[in-house]
């Protein structure tokens, strides 16, 4: 069969040995790379994380009623980083140990026929405590739409990408893992993590004919942590009412090549630290492609994508945190990795941002803000990966900015440079 298998974000979800241990089936079975899914590990997520061999527990009459799994659906992640830096960060040390960088608890497998989940809980060090993170439960089912294979379900989950099943949307893009005490770009798209964790959504999905792929998702702010019901105080985002997130993809297959094309995109009206009042509102229409080609035991992948975000900051500009009224962004990633019998990874990416100049809304700052107001980006990745073993990954990656916040030297007013942020990561990387 053939394989099916941007930016510094921590927090991932991983391959999770649970589902390994439910089905029966090794981890490359469904990762070319985790968390980059086969054509196996797709189909095993749009069918509701429920193949296993697990048997009948109880009957009512000819009816089995009680399907549990003969394991734990438990699993856990650990992961020890070292990050150095070529210019220190006012009065840091260069440096930075991750002991551990993050630790997740996975709640992973079918809990019924057509019903599975894959939850993570998270120990992050930045803030030493416990939170919940990526998840996503979803029921699924088949039947036959003019007369082709049509699989659909229902998807609840936390964070808008999540539900995908491609590598080149945000929620599960390049990089795997990076360094979370880097400095990060003074802007991204709101699709691109802004509301991760923060929201809960229900949405629909389905896939023809193993090509075209639709999904609708209603996401709702839920604002972990914060007092219940909610008053918006302190949140930078506060959906009115829902926030449509839309997805449609078409995949084809042509001897050993793989492409996948589609589009996604969110539309949010944002009541910013409040629940009623003037608005602020985003459109994030994105397009995005994966392509694969395996050379023998070797599997090659690329994935791009494309965010332009319009905004209309209504609330924002009446209260005098940005110059314009309207602001736009473009990001756009692509990265590529070559996959050495399992073993060996080797991967190259690519990203910029630009977008409207706004002094306000980018304002001066040491070390993370704009001096000319410009929200502009670009740089590349160079990440070596070794899998001694399925579940253990010792990884090598080097982060450079050409552009930081607007300028390549002087760009915070600082006197810092855009290169003074890039950043050496050393992990290792361990499940179970």
């Known amino acids: 069969m053939t394989l099916l298998s941007v930016l510094i974000t921590s927090g991932r979800v991983w391959a999770v040995p649970s589902f390994a241990r439910q089905t029966g089936l090794s981890c490359n079975v469904c990762h070319s790379n985790p968390p980059e899914l086969t054509a196996f590990g797709r189909k095993f997520k749009l069918d509701g994380y429920v193949l296993t061999d697990m048997t009948a527990r109880d009957k009512v009459g000819n009816r089995r009623d009680l399907l549990l799994s003969k394991y734990i659906p438990l699993s856990a992640m650990i992961l020890l980083s070292d990050s150095a830096y ?14 551990p960088q993050q630790l997740s608890l996975f709640l992973a497998g ?71 005490s880097s400095v ?66 078409w995949q084809q297959t042509w001897g050993d090549n793989y492409l996948e094309v589609g589009t996604y995109g969110i539309y949010v009206s944002s009541y910013p630290g409040a629940i009623s009042g003037p608005q602020d509102h985003y459109l994030d229409p994105s397009i995005d492609f994966q392509y694969e080609r395996p050379f023998g035991p070797n599997l090659l992948d690329a994935h791009g994508t494309w965010i332009h975000q319009a905004t209309t900051l209504t609330a924002t ?66 990440q070596v990966g070794y899998w001694p073993v399925q579940n253990i990954d010792i ?38």
Do not use: C
């Open 184 to 249: 990060g770009p003074i802007a991204a798209p709101i699709i691109a993590g802004a509301l991760a964790q923060d929201v809960a959504g229900l949405g629909a999905y389905g896939f023809w004919n193993q090509h075209l792929y639709s999904d609708i998702t209603l996401y709702r702010s839920e604002h972990a942590g914060a007092p219940t019901p909610i008053n918006g105080s302190g949140a930078a985002y506060n959906i009115s009412i829902a926030a449509p997130y839309w997805r449609d993809a």
């Open 317 to 382: 500009h009446a209260a005098g945190g940005s110059a314009n009224l309207h602001d736009s962004l473009n990001n756009f990633r692509l990265d590529s990795t070559y996959h050495l019998r399992g073993k060996y990874e080797f991967t190259g990416a690519l990203f910029r941002t630009s977008g409207t100049t706004d002094a306000l809304l980018y304002a001066p700052a040491p070390v993370t803000g704009s001096n000319n107001g410009s929200p502009q980006n670009s740089g590349y990745i160079a």
């Open 110 to 180: 079918a809990f019924a026929s057509k019903f599975g989940a894959l939850a993570q809980i998270t120990y992050t060090h930045v803030n030493d405590h416990f939170g919940m993170d990526n998840s996503d439960l979803r029921y699924a089912d088949q039947t036959k739409l003019f007369g082709k294979d049509f699989r659909y379900g229902i998807d609840l989950n936390n964070n808008p990408t999540v539900e995908d099943v491609w590598n080149s949307t945000p929620a599960w893009g390049f990089p795997w893992i990076s360094s979370s």
């Open 395 to 432: 990884n090598l990656s080097y982060t450079g900015y050409t552009r930081f916040n607007g300028a390549g030297n002087n760009y915070d007013g600082a006197g810092r440079n855009a290169s003074d942020n890039n950043v050496l990561y050393m992990a290792l990387w361990l499940n179970f």
């Open 86 to 99: 070529q210019a220190n960060q006012p009065q840091t040390q260069n440096g930075t140990a991750g002991f």
